[in-house]
Structures are given as C-alpha cells and as structure tokens.
C-alpha cells in the first residue's frame, strides 16, 4: 500500500438528489458525486467519482444491472420488487443507509482531508459486529481490529499471523449478515475498525470507487448472492481431485518419467505431474525464464514423455510465468511486439532487481499480448500438457510506475492475476471449448473463479505454525467465493524434514480442494519418507480416491449453487455466532467434520460439535452435538467425524481417473437417532467434457434414507441422464452404519430385507448388494 495506512478523512455533505429511470445521484459539496443502482434483488451498487455514471464495474462483475426506476419518498428510496430495503439518506455527515425489516447497514463516503485522490467509504460497525474476509489471510476468521493491505503481494516462508499474503480479495462479510464488495483493482487498504473500534473504512489512493453492497437471510444467501456476480467454478477435470506430483523441481525427463513409475509401483493413486521451471531452463543463473520452450539438453523428447505418462495415466503440467527475463530468447520478441509494460518513455519496462534476473513483464491487458501468450499455451496443449501451472503472477516484482494497456501498475495490481487467467480461459472457449481447464496459480481477484482458477497459498514455511496457517487461509477463501484454494502439502519454505508434520499435513490435504504435495530442498513425494509413515499415507492418499464421487459432487454443487468444497462452520449453523471466528475445525461439504491436527506431539484435541450427532470416522465412536468433547489423537488417524443421517458415495480404491472404478457404487449411510429423512445426490459426468452441464451430458441420482423406529426406508432414482463412458451395469451397495438393535428391517426400493439376515462386516456395518 502507497501511502498513509490511517489517513484522515474529512465529512461530507450533500446539495441536493435526483433520480432517473435506474439509479439515484447525490450531488457533493464540491466533491463529487455519488451513484446509487440497484444491481439485481439484494445487490446495490454505490459508485463515487466526479462523473460515476461513466464508471463500470471491473471485470470482476457479470451480472448485468436489473434496471428499474428507483421511487422517492422526502430523503428515501425503493426500487420495485423491493418490499422492505430502502436507501435512507441523512446529513451532517452525509451518511448512506440501506435497510429492511431485518438488517442495516450504513456507510460514510470519506476523502482524505491532505490528499482529494485518496477516497473511500467507511462502514459503521455494531458493537458486536464481526467482519471476516479479504481474501487469503492467516490471521483469526474475525479480522475486526486488523489493519490489511488489498494488495497482492508474496511472503516467503510465511506462517500463521501473516495478515498480507499473494491472493488478495476486497470482498467482506459481516455477522450482521450483509456483505460488501469494494470493487478496487488497484493497491487499497482495508481498516477494520484498527484506528477506529467503530469504522470499518476501505479506500485506496484513487479518486474514485465502486462498491457493492450484497443482502440476504442466511450466510449461504448471502454467498449465493455474491457468486451470482461475480461467477462460480467450472467443473474441473475430475483428475484435479486426484493426486498430483509436485516439487521444486523435476530437472530432467528422466527424472519426471521415473517419479511417476515409482510413485505408482509404491502403491499409490496418482493422476499428475507438474514440472517446475526447469523444463525451460538449467537453473542458478540460467533461468531463461520466458522461452516457454524444451530446454532440450535435459529433455530431449518431450512428445515422448508426455505420451508415456499418458499411457501410466497421469497428466503433464507445466509451469510458466509472466515475466520475460533478458536472457530469454523471447524477450527480444516481445519487446519487438510491444507486449511488455512500458516505462515513462514508452521503452519495455525492465525490471532490474527481479529476483532471477533482469525482466519485463507481459501486458496481460492488451489484446496483442493477450493473443501472443494464449499462442504459447495453444502450441504446448498442441503437444499434449493437461494442465497449466502460473507462478510469480501477483505479480511478485511489480515497482510503481510500469505502464500497460489499461493503466499503471498500482491502478491494476490486484487484477493482473486475474487477467493472465482470462487469457487461459478464452483461449480454451475459443480453440478447446469442450475441454476442462486447470490452471494453478496464487494470484487473482474477486471473479477470478470463473476462469478455472486452482489457487494455492504461496510459498508457506514448512512448519507447524506453517500448517496451522492454512485453516484460516482455505476458510476464508471460501467465504470469498474462491472455492479451491489448497496448499503445498508438507510445506514449501526452509525447515528440516519432520515426518509428523508431512504425515498431518497429507492427512489434512486429503479433506482439500486440491491434494498436491510441493517443497524445496527436501523431496516432497510420499515415497521417501518411513515405512510407517508411508503404510498410513496410502490408506489416506487411497481414501482420498474412495471419495471422489462425493468430492466430485462437491464440486457439482459450488458450479450449480456457488458452495464451496471447505466449509466454515457459520456457513451451515449461521445462527451459531461462536462459529463466526472457528477455524480449528470444518466442514467437507454438510457429511464431515474435519479437525486437523496442529501441534507436533498431540495426544488429544478438543473438537466443537455443531448440533446432532456425530461418529468418528475411523474408530465409530459416537458423539453428541452442541457441545465440545476432548478427542484423542493417533498417528494412524485424523479426527474426521461423519454426521449421523449422511450418506457418502465411494467407490473401491484406484491408480487414477483414467482407471475410474464403474462396478460398483458404494452408498454408505450412517444412522440418525433422530429419525430424521435424508437425501443425497450424486452427480456424474465423463469427467472432461466442459459443456456437460449446458447440454445434459451427466446423471443425477438421489439416495434417499428414512428411519423408523423398527425400520429403514432407502430409495435411489435417477434422472435417466446420459454421458460418454456411463457404466451400462453397475452394482450398488448399501452400507449401513451404527444401526441399532431395535431396526428389523430394511426395505430398498420395495425389496424388504431382514436385517437379521445380513452379516455385519468387521468394520461393523451391514452390507446389501442391488443389481
């Protein structure tokens, strides 16, 4: 952030108002105006600026204005269909409420008193009002009292209380249940309530600002609300839910080829392989980052590589980067092309102390440097790489003063992550519109989601204070409406080799959106760590596979209804206000509650069960809900809890998705004491096609389980959907969990079962095999 962090903002007034025929402007003592629209039912937009109705949303935004004539009434507003918000004004100082029935929420525009470029708006905080939000933070899910920078930017080796980290998101959500996007592109700063116990300010060094306000009843509304402007996630690949080999880095072709053989042959899935920087140069002061070609020395024939993996059934991805060093033989053609960010003179803008040496950086925002790095990916997918991994694009070394299309770099700092991924995504809906994309990367913006964005957390210590680190960064993210963010399993940064920590930290990665072990100095692939932790790592790294049909559900319902895979507690019990600022444990999607463990050497933990009961998913020990309860810790286990009445798809264990298992289905369910109906569906596609969901290419089938007191009623039905490779025959096999003596019987689409007829299983559940 430019600038002061606490600059003094003066009061406004207002002259007079007016209204046409979609929004309402309020006229500023010689300051300026201010733009009031109704976006859409419970989003409104508030733009300041000397002409806001010249202003547009960010690229960030894709829902189009639902335009209607505002009414007035003395100082007040209401747009039809809006039977209970309105838009109250009242003076000295100007103040700006929104309100209905249930909720308000006021705010202040605010101007620096020494500086008229520096403009935002301040929100004023209840006495209890907790914020959250912002994007990738370690710090407490509450962030009332912190001071944060809106700002991309990297911290290598970070650990928990990093308040700053590479994937910054102006987006905030408030207990009081309404949230507020702070649509700045550009460096800005978030007080939430640091100087001020009662401002919650956001503002930035422009002279203007666009914001939007978002309502709802419940948190999932809210959500929702949100990710209807700004976008949800394509379905992935269903691959990305695999396991994917990862390290700094693969040096040669041989070395890529042999660590995918061995991983296999030691018995573990595995489904990719991701190549780091290497694969264009020989490293230590010949990075020659930029070529975004074969360095042919070490990899000699990459066509046939990339085939032979196919052949195992593991995916090839490969890193790339927005910088364009010296040394590269693409940076004399670049800057022939003009596509690097200029300097005051119109010159490609250097970058002299970058880390890896002297480099421009590509004008993501300009349509010829948009076209001449969407050529790159094309010629390389052309080869045959699956997938896309873009590093250092916050952009990590990014000095003022650099010039591109659309501004300079502080005006567009926070989106030019966000651009570089559009660029990935068009390139796809023009020359590959059927297939899914994967680009892994660590930078965006609100709305980058939509463009198939697989973010990780940086460069993370590897250390326990690095782990703890990842709970707030996930949850937080997923509040934000950024539904995948994950880490490098193990740790990346420093740090000695420590098997309980990678042990935990793979356990934890299995309940993630994406599992990638990643690290410098020490290997981070299961295979070199102990015997004993290796025999429990493949029953967790096979787990992880055994779940992919309710992990791919998961992501069905963040594609359909804006979900996200990791939930935080608030999010499914938000009348729970406790669970607003918990982060020690959450849920995978509404079966699981997750818990990771965070200290080296722990024997017990205590775990917040949320209402209802609960049972240990490994030892079946049952727990009531509404309460905390101390829970011990092994080695062999994580203390991951199935809530009673849910039911999880699995299928038997498998190497890869290109071996997807199609015998059988496993529904597993566990018994509710409360008697309460449940339903679950599932849903199914081929996997890759990127218009499954626009032409009906997929299967939904919803189980469904009512207890009685003497008897279970369980039914599944489909909806006849079709897709490519559907299983034409498929077995299903309920699994019933923790029945109690008094069920006698079972009835399975009209086939009644005794239960005294069925043979409990040594894990202790009955089993019933439909063909």
Known sequence: MHGQDNPSFKSLQHKHTTSNDSSVIIELNNDGRILIQKWSDNIYRFTYGIEPESSQPSDAVILEQNISAPTHHTESWRWPGDDEVKITLSQSPLSIQLSSSKKSVSFTPIINSTNPQNTGLRIHLKEEEMIT?????????????????????????????????????????????????????????ADIGKSNDTNFDLYSELPQWSAFLILGDDYKELLGNYTKLTGTQPLPPKWVLGHMASRFGYRSQKEAMY???????????????????????????????????????????????????????????????????????????CDTLGILGKDSSGNSYVIEDFWFGPAGLVDVFKKEGQDWFGQQYKRLKQQGIAGWWGDLGEPEKHPSGIQYQTGNSDEVHNTYGHYWSKILHDNYQEHYPNDRLFFLNRAGYAGSQRYSVFPWSGDVSRSWNGLKAQLPIMLGMSLNGIPYMHSDLGGFAAGTKDEELYLRWMQFGVFNPVFRPHGESIPSEPIFFSDTIQEILKKFVGLRY?????????????????????????????????YFNHFHSYLWGDAFLVAPVMEKGAQFIDVDFPQGDWYHYFSGEHFKGNHTSQVEVKLETLPVFVKAGSIIPTVHPFKNVAAYPTDSLFVNYYFDPQLIKTTHTLYEDDGKNAKSLETEAFELTTFSVQPGKTRLECHSESNDGKYAGQPANRKLVWRFYHLPESIKTITINQTKIKVNTLVKNPKGYLEVIMN
Not at 307 to 322: A, R
Not at 554 to 566: D, F, R
Request: charged share 20%; hydrophobic share 40%; proline share 8%.
């Open 546 to 578: 055994q779940l992919m049909p309710y992990n791919y559900t998961l992501a069905y319902q963040q594609t359909t209804l804006g979900l996200p895979l990791a939930r935080p507690l608030i999010l499914q019990y938000p009348d729970e206000t406790k």
């Open 259 to 333: 660590m995918a053989e061995a991983i296999l042959a030691n018995g573990y899935p595995l489904d990719a392989i991701i190549i780091d920087l290497y694969w264009f140069g020989k490293g230590m002061s010949d990075f020659r980052m930029g070529n975004l070609d074969w360095e042919p020395d070490f990899w000699p024939n990459p066509d046939e590589m990339i085939s032979y993996l196919n052949d195992l059934g593991v995916k090839t991805i490969l890193i790339s980067e927005p910088f364009i060093m010296e040394q590269s033989s693409n940076f004399a053609i």
């Open 133 to 189: 939000g912002g994007g990738a933070r370690a710090i407490p899910m509450n962030r009332r009292g912190y001071s944060l920078r809106l700002n991309n930017e990297p911290h290598w080796g970070y650990g928990y209380g990093e308040e700053n980290l590479n994937y910054s998101v102006p987006v905030f959500l408030s207990s009081e249940q309404y949230m507020v996007f702070f649509d700045a592109p550009q460096r800005a700063h």
